[in-house]
């Protein structure tokens, strides 16, 4: 559906993303060859084992980190720094813990200049939204996770970014706090139509959320496939579609967990 | 580990062996064992101390208020004196120290040109500026104060760098991110970020402020908490030595007791302290 209403160019557009970190023990390829395009308005996960460049990929749409080569457009624009069009939600959250809720809520409309009537107004409705207004004056640290986690996403609503990019965001929740903010942000993007990266190494919540699915290779880190995920919200983990995806997916991932570990002794005995 | 009991017996547990050392020292320069000039009863210094506390004429209204004839007496003029000095030194060793510190903290460039001298001079102790700080400025208030601005000053500075330095990264992304210039994110972020290690400088700071004034005081000028001991001994007024001494540990007390508040207060945000 959300493709359907682009008819323009995609959001973010990815081609022949490759990146390389060069350490002390050597170099790591991290991605390879990696093409993407995201439709305005589509929610995709790009789902992978720990250490297979998620991160990576998702740090070189926001800004954070150029790639060796390759180039990444997102809105129209070629990706040379951090922005607010494309707001990050970090799995450690990254509030800023000595402003309050509050605060820490206004502080992308402070930077954006504006006024300070309409930044009030902004941030109550999203501490509404969100179910924060008792905490607007508690710092960080007097919060759970869960809370923390929803404080981070009206931080990067507030700018009202085209764009959410997040990193393993419920990550660190327990189940029930994950499946609460995993409807929300849906709630949420129905109402608001987002672009939304969301980064996972949770099968089940690549699944539950997205509309493809970007199953990565590891080391290095390329697409091995996209899967279109068409059940109909609110989705049902317990139906046997939603199983059969999973099983489908697993599939691959395990594929790529053997290969992978096949390659670690094949280059133990290597070296 | 903790202890039983209702806060009364705490307290009584609390105050058992200060209060045996007392009842002993007192039993023993009683007993004439050491010359009171050695040791004085603790009952003679705290006459002594009293005696050096108190207002030394009766109250004149003509005088002025009563709030200043209490205030009249020669402990209260030399902590005033005292405290002056290390407030006044300890403000320029700040204010000198922290636009540098922020500085080489951000700044890898000023932090190379700078760091060399600074790892030269730190380690020297404030007290060994004594000499030359008589030559450069003479006897009375201005070897003092620059002796107190430089004990305050690196303390202050080293911590200012780390602390800056030591900034989660991921702070300044997410400010990036959320549209922050350079500078606003050094002040919003950078500095609040590394304000308890500026704040954890500034208390050792003050402490070493504290040292360096009683010592300047006995040697550059002629008041103030610890020029007054330097002086009693001189007369052999040995309780009036431990009496200044008292109160030089009572001006470090309420010192801290006051730093602590205000560290509390500022970082009040921060995991590990309860408001
Ligand atoms: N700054 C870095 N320096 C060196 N290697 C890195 C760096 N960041 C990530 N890597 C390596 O790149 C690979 C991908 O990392 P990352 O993108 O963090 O994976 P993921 O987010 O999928 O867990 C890993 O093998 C990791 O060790
Ligand atoms: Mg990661």
Redesign the pocket.
């Known amino acids: 559906m959300a493709a359907a209403l682009a008819g323009g160019a995609p959001a973010i557009q990815v081609r022949g993303v490759r990146k390389v ?1 060069s ?1 002390s023990e050597g170099e ?1 390829l ?1 991605l390879d060859g990696i093409d993407l395009d995201v439709e305005p308005g589509e929610l995709v996960c790009l789902l ?1 084992p ?7 990929l998702l740090n070189a749409i926001a800004g954070f980190s150029p790639p060796t080569s390759g180039s990444i457009v997102a809105n129209g624009r070629a990706v040379t720094a951090p922005g607010p069009d494309r707001a990050m939600v970090f799995q450690e959250y990254a509030l800023f813990p000595w402003m309050t809720v509050e605060k820490n809520v206004a502080f992308g409309l402070e930077m954006a200049k504006v006024p300070a009537r309409e930044r009030r107004e902004r941030v109550d409705a999203l501490l509404a939204m969100l179910n924060l207004r008792e905490f607007r004056d508690r710092f960080p640290k007097d919060l759970s996770g869960g809370m923390r986690q929803r404080v981070a996403i009206a931080r990067v609503l507030a700018i009202d970014s085209p764009m959410l990019l997040m990193d393993e965001p419920f990550g660190a929740l327990d189940a029930l706090t994950r499946r609460n903010l995993q409807d929300e942000l849906l709630r949420i993007w129905a109402k608001l139509r987002k672009t939304i990266v969301f ?1 996972t190494h949770g099968i089940e919540e690549s699944i539950y959320l997205a509309d493809r699915v970007v199953v990565m290779t590891y ?1 290095p ?1 390329t697409v091995k496939r996209i899967v279109p995920v068409t059940l109909p919200r609110p989705r049902d983990p317990a139906a046997p579609e939603f199983n059969a995806l999973k099983r489908e997916i697993s599939q691959m991932v395990m594929e790529e967990q053997a290969r992978h570990a096949q390659a670690e002794v094949g280059g133990a005995t290597a070296d | 580990m903790k202890t039983a009991g209702s806060s009364a017996t705490r307290l009584a547990r609390q105050l058992l062996v200060p209060a045996i050392v007392l009842l002993a020292w007192e039993g023993i320069s009683r007993a004439g064992w050491v010359s009171p000039i050695i040791l004085p009863a603790p009952s003679q210094v705290l006459v002594r101390w009293i005696d050096y506390a108190r207002p030394l004429a009766p109250y004149d209204p003509a005088e002025g208020s009563r709030l200043r004839w209490i205030f009249s007496g020669e402990l209260p003029h030399d902590a005033l004196a005292s405290l002056i000095r290390v407030a006044g030194g300890f403000a320029v060793g700040l204010v000198l120290a922290l636009p540098l510190g922020l500085l080489m903290g951000a700044k890898p460039m000023v932090y190379e040109l700078m760091n060399p001298l600074v790892q030269i001079v730190r380690p020297i102790p404030p007290i060994a500026f004594i000499p030359l700080a008589i030559l450069w400025f003479g006897l009375g208030n201005p070897p003092a104060f620059f002796l107190i601005s430089l004990g305050a000053f690196f303390p202050i500075l080293m911590n200012t760098i780390a602390g800056v330095r030591n900034v989660d990264a991921i702070y300044v992304r997410a400010a990036r991110n959320l549209g922050a210039s350079e500078w606003t994110l050094f002040w919003r972020v950078m500095v609040p970020a590394a304000m308890p290690y500026i704040l954890a400088g500034v208390r050792i700071g003050f402490g070493v402020a504290f040292i360096v004034v009683i010592v300047a005081e006995m040697i550059a000028v002629n008041s103030g908490l610890g020029y007054r001991i330097l002086e009693a001994r001189e007369y052999f007024w040995s309780d009036k030595v431990i009496a200044g001494m008292i109160s030089i540990g009572l001006a470090g007390l309420g010192i801290d007791v006051g730093m602590n508040r205000l560290n509390a207060w500022l970082l009040r945000w921060h995991r590990g302290v309860e408001g």
């Open positions: 970190f350490g790591v991290a992978g720990s250490g297979c460049g998620k991160s990576t980064v080391r880190g």
